[in-house]
DNA sequence: GCTAGGCAGGAACCCCTCCTCCCCT
């Protein structure tokens, strides 16, 4: 499973919707065969063209002036998808949240879109724990995997991804190791491109 | 539009429907 590249990344927006919410941060890391590749990163602020609601830049620490002049989605969408180039994309919930943003950004916008895989962390946790009533939430992850960083800023795109990049990197040696086999479930979204 | 939207997964029940909880910002 490792054997394909995968770039791992977080949003943060300005709300849950992905229909009435906004990108306002993309990070993202790069792995090739199980390792995160340090050098390798992307990050962008993004204007989402309208104010940032006071609670979100409280639990994000992105405020207006961050955005300012930074691209709209159209073109970070676009940066992204070229920097992210064949590989798979990886996103703690992405499959209900942040797949679901950058499909909007291209439907909001019109842009021709190309399919591009994805896996999400949520997926590898449930592998790896299975066991009923057993949370799958970041932090519940980050905990159970004794993972932390006095750098790396919660609800920070960059902060996040940095932590969610170890935790993949854990929680795909944990399985490789395993005798018995096993599946990562796989589903397709969008990014521009034709 | 504003602290909220919507899905996944389980239960009950027979194949969909309903319910509850999770998880992201």
Same mark, same amino acid.
């Given at each position: 499973?490792?054997?394909?590249?995968?770039?791992?990344?977080?949003? /943060?927006?300005?709300? !849950?919707?992905? /229909?009435?919410?906004?990108?306002?941060?993309?990070?993202?890391? *790069?792995?090739?065969?199980?390792?995160?590749?340090?050098?390798?990163?992307?990050?962008?602020?993004?204007?989402? +063209?309208?104010?940032?609601?006071?609670?979100?830049?409280?639990?994000?620490?992105?405020? %207006?002036?961050?955005?300012?002049?930074?691209?709209?989605? %159209?073109?970070?969408?676009?940066?992204?998808?070229?920097?992210?180039?064949?590989?798979?994309?990886?996103?703690?919930?992405?499959?209900?949240?942040?797949?679901?943003?950058?499909?909007?950004?291209?439907?909001?916008?019109?842009?021709?879109?190309?399919?591009?895989?994805?896996?999400?962390?949520?997926?590898?946790?449930?592998?790896?724990?299975?066991?009923?009533?057993?949370?799958? +939430?970041?932090?519940?992850?980050?905990?159970?995997? *004794?993972?932390?960083?006095?750098?790396?800023?919660?609800?920070?795109?960059? +902060?996040?991804?940095? !932590?969610?990049?170890?935790?993949?990197?854990?929680?795909?040696?944990?399985?490789?190791?395993?005798?018995?086999?096993? /599946?990562?479930?796989?589903?397709?979204?969008?990014?521009?491109?034709?």
């Amino acid at each position: 499973m490792t054997d394909r590249e995968w770039v791992v990344f977080d949003l /943060e927006t300005t709300g !849950l919707s992905s /229909e009435w919410d906004h990108i306002i941060q993309i990070a993202a890391v *790069r792995m090739r065969a199980g390792r995160v590749c340090g050098s390798e990163s992307f990050f962008s602020y993004v204007d989402p +063209g309208r104010s940032i609601p006071s609670w979100i830049t409280q639990y994000t620490g992105v405020g %207006d002036r961050d955005v300012r002049g930074a691209p709209r989605v %159209d073109r970070m969408l676009a940066d992204f998808s070229a920097w992210v180039g064949t590989s798979t994309l990886v996103a703690h919930n992405g499959h209900r949240f942040d797949m679901r943003f950058l499909q909007a950004g291209c439907v909001r916008h019109g842009l021709a879109t190309r399919p591009v895989t994805y896996h999400d962390s949520m997926w590898l946790s449930r592998l790896l724990w299975p066991q009923p009533r057993l949370r799958h +939430g970041l932090d519940a992850v980050l905990e159970r995997l *004794r993972l932390t960083s006095a750098t790396a800023r919660r609800h920070d795109a960059r +902060g996040d991804v940095e !932590l969610l990049g170890r935790a993949v990197e854990s929680m795909a040696e944990q399985l490789s190791r395993r005798s018995e086999p096993w /599946e990562l479930r796989s589903a397709e979204g969008v990014l521009p491109g034709s």
